[in-house]
């Protein structure tokens, strides 16, 4: 039986040494906090015009963020290559002869790449939000306002999440590009779409990425479904749920 610690340096080792996630990763952290500077020092040089109809709080924070959707799809790639290049390539048949233990291979991968995306989305998180306080100038917010830590953990958490999410569900599928081409349009173009129709838009309102993104929140807004606590555990359920889906289909398919 191989040791999880040996499991965790071997998936470490895989995932590393291939380009594409490595890139993924840094792509995420460059979107999101270059996108996010640059529209916060739009924001700033165009406060009074982009203010003048706009009765609710100034969220400084979630300004520092607008870049965060682009740094979404960055982390989803990533968590669809780090499992998927494995099915791709073959290998997965050499993992399961040297890790026939499938539950405790998924458990493995799933804690080395919750724990890599945690640490580039810390990093994310903390630095798109002090260069987009930076650039708002007398506009900014601080670290120490009600909510305001919440809300920059809870960015990097969300990231975290969309990460194992996008893992699970690319073990379920066993494939990255099926994974890639239901996962995309999911976040991209069905859970927008259907947030707009307002005889569905209740059932978007729980899709993982809406529940997530309500973690950024700042100022819970009139007519808000829920506050960002809640939308952390939905996301999480939706994350925890693909997971396990990914456990049983792994368990009882052959590679």
Known sequence: MTSFPA???????????????????????????????LLSLLTNNNFTEFRRSDQSPFDATGTSFSGIMLGELAIIVFGVLAIGNE???????????????????????????????????????????????????????????????????????YLTLLCLFSAGVTTMLHNQTLALGVLVPFFFLLSPILSAVPKVKTLAHYFPDYAGSRMLLVYEQHGQPYGPWTGFVICLAWTLAALVGGALVLKSRDA
């Open 7 to 37: 499991i965790l340096r071997s998936e470490w080792t895989k995932i590393r040494s291939v380009r594409s996630t490595v890139w993924t990763l840094a792509l995420t952290f460059v979107v999101t906090v270059g996108i996010g500077a």
């Open 87 to 157: 099915y791709s390539t073959g290998m997965i048949r050499v993992t399961l002869a040297a890790v026939p233990q499938r539950g405790t291979l998924l458990t493995g991968k799933a804690t080395v790449l919750g724990a890599m995306a945690l640490v580039v989305s810390v990093v994310t998180a903390f630095v798109t939000f002090f260069l987009g306080q930076a650039l708002l100038g007398s506009h900014a917010t601080g670290l120490g306002e009600p909510h305001v830590l919440r809300a920059v953990f809870g960015a990097a958490l």
